[in-house]
């Protein structure tokens, strides 16, 4: 069972920063050959789609509330994508999840919680 594991959520204050990270824990996933996702849900909110990374890192979708603020990238040999979140906002809340993505295969994180306050 292929088990992503998510890291560096917090507390922070308005206009602070956050990077968030994603790796696997399961031993020889080839975590390179899948696109993966960062999705959010705040109480009460459905689940949203906040950025994609393709497979080589070549190219990146952002949602709109948050181009310009936050950058997927992913280092491949580490095995490891992240959300850097820059200028965070009260409505960045959420509970931040790490998803990949290949041809019949589709894993989750567990979840890590980001809360933006003063």
């Known amino acids: 069972q292929v088990q992503l594991v998510e890291s560096g959520g917090g507390l922070v204050q308005p206009g602070g920063s956050l990077r968030l990270s994603c790796a696997s824990s399961?031993?020889?996933?080839?975590?390179?050959?899948?696109?993966v996702n960062w999705l959010r849900q705040a109480p009460g909110k459905e689940r949203e789609l906040v950025a994609t990374?393709?497979?080589?890192?070549?190219?990146?979708n952002y949602a709109d509330s948050v181009k310009g603020r936050f950058t997927i990238s992913r280092d491949n040999a580490k095995n490891t994508v992240y959300l850097q979140m820059n200028s965070l906002k009260p409505e960045d809340t959420a509970v931040y999840y790490c998803?990949?993505?290949?041809?019949?295969?589709?894993?989750w994180g567990q979840g890590t919680q980001v809360t933006v306050s003063s």
């Open positions: 399961s031993s020889g996933f080839a975590f390179s050959t899948y696109y």
């Open positions: 998803n990949a993505r290949a041809l019949g295969a589709n894993y």
């Open positions: 990374i393709t497979t080589t890192g070549g190219s990146t």
